[in-house]
Each structure stands twice: as C-alpha cells, then as structure tokens.
Nanobody, 120 residues
Framework: QVKVVESGGGSVQAGGSLRVSCAVF????????VGWFRQVPGKAREGIST??????STYYIDSVKGRFTISQDKNTVYLQMNSLKSEDTAMYSC???????????????WGQGTQVTVSS
C-alpha cells in the first residue's frame, strides 16, 4: 500500500522561508516523478514543481522559479521555499507517478497536504 505524507507547513512572515517534506512509503522513488502542487480555496490546483527521480531533472513554474527548490533524499522529496510572498499561501500537496514530461507528472498517489500561510 502506497502512502504519501506531507509535513513542514506552517505560518511565516513574508520574506521568510519554509521547507515542506513529502515522505513516500510503499513506492520506491527511482525512475519516476514527484510533483508539488498548491491550492487556494475556490481556485484550481496548481502544479508548481516536478522532480524526475531517475535523472534528477527539475521543473518550476515561473512564479516560484529562483525562490523554490525541489530535492530528493532517498524516499523523501523536499520543497525549500525562500522569499515567501503572501500569494504563496495555500495548501501544498505532493503526488508521485510512474512517468511524465516536463512539469506534467502522471500522478497516481497523493498526500493529504500541508498548509502554508504567509503573512504580509
């Protein structure tokens, strides 16, 4: 049984940093993809970063490029978020899949999410 567990969310002031984690159980992170997503109530979920675990390729949307960094340590994927802005406030979730292209990972297993709140 595959389980995906996010942690590390919280409240921070604008300009601050947070690191959220995505621990994956029952599914080995090698030659597959992991995506970080965020969602604000009333808006569509937005994919923000994708990591390909085989070769280490990473992708970001423009609004987080240069501020967020996705990385992997064994079966955990991290999203380091620096220079946070109030518009980064959202529920952050991660998902894993077997394959993908660029930002688009064909996600199969999702976590419950962790809330990030940035106050200005």
């Amino acid at each position: 049984q595959v389980k995906v567990v996010e942690s590390g969310g919280g409240s921070v002031q604008a300009g601050g940093s947070l690191r959220v984690s995505c621990a994956v159980f029952g599914y080995t992170l090698s030659s597959n993809c992991v995506g970080w997503f965020r969602q604000v109530p009333g808006k569509a979920r937005e994919g923000i970063s994708t990591l390909y675990t085989g070769g280490g390729s990473t992708y970001y949307i423009d609004s987080v490029k240069g501020r967020f960094t996705i990385s992997q340590d064994k079966n955990t994927v991290y999203l380091q978020m620096n220079s946070l802005k109030s518009e980064d406030t959202a529920m952050y979730s991660c998902a894993v899949g077997d394959y993908g292209t660029g930002m688009n990972c064909a996600t199969k297993y999702w976590g419950q999410g962790t809330q990030v709140t940035v106050s200005s």
